[in-house]
T-cell receptor, first 112, second 113 residues
């Protein structure tokens, strides 16, 4: 299996622009998680889906952040408009029932 | 609520030294327990796991034993290598099934030759 796939791996954008991060979970997994990692705040859970349905989005920092999972093999995390404090590494992870999550390589976002 | 307390780093060791990274958790019930490792510039990888009391998870020379009495899951390795330099995360599962893991803050380990 190819593992969890994230794109792009790096994104540099200017403040105010829209940013869309993409994730393809491992085939057969039915849960998907979006995390953000920074030096200051560590690893934060933003939102997670079970069977394509958002279960808990309490970690989404502001209304500027939104996430969708239109089908079992694709999810997006969108930031609109982006701000410099959104600069971080964003990870997607997926799992199948055991609690054991598999992480993607991450997207490093820099907002200038 | 559920939480995990992990030994703060950074930890710096010489090659072949012994390693222990402490982890304790609070949870309702008896969650599965995991250790993840993050190498520089990469995502988190599952290192080992234990699913019930007294289970010992092991991988790459690392071990951790599920201690129900002390609600702990300390990570140990008898002889570390430079290649073990990474950040280590303790993560209990809140419940069975597809619910989020609760990640500790991570412990950075640096091993010097």
């Amino acid at each position: 299996d190819a593992g969890v796939i994230q794109s792009p791996r790096h994104e540099v954008t200017e403040m105010g622009q829209e940013v869309t991060l993409r994730c393809k979970p491992i085939s057969g997994h039915n849960s998907l998680f979006w995390y953000r990692q920074t030096m200051m705040r560590g690893l934060e859970l933003l939102i997670y889906f079970n069977n394509n349905v958002p279960i808990d989005d309490s970690g989404m920092p502001e209304d500027r952040f939104s996430a969708k999972m239109p089908n079992a093999s694709f999810s997006t995390l969108k930031i609109q408009p982006s701000e410099p404090r959104d600069s971080a590494v964003y990870f997607c992870a997926s799992s199948f029932q055991s609690g054991e999550q598999y992480f993607g390589p991450g997207t490093r976002l820099t907002v200038t | 609520g559920d939480s995990v307390t992990q030994m703060e780093g950074p930890v710096t060791l010489s090659e072949e030294a012994c390693l222990t990274i402490n982890c304790t958790y609070t949870a309702t019930g008896y969650p599965s327990l995991f250790w993840y490792v993050q190498y520089p510039g990469e995502g988190l990888q599952l290192l080992l796991k234990a699913t019930k009391a007294d289970d010992k998870g092991s991988n790459k020379g690392f071990e951790a034993t599920y201690r129900k009495e002390t609600t702990s899951f300390h990570l140990e390795k008898g002889s570390v290598q430079v290649s073990d330099s990474a950040v280590y995360f303790c993560a209990p599962a809140v419940n069975s099934g597809n619910t989020p893991l609760v990640f500790g803050k991570g412990t950075r380990l640096s091993v010097i030759a």
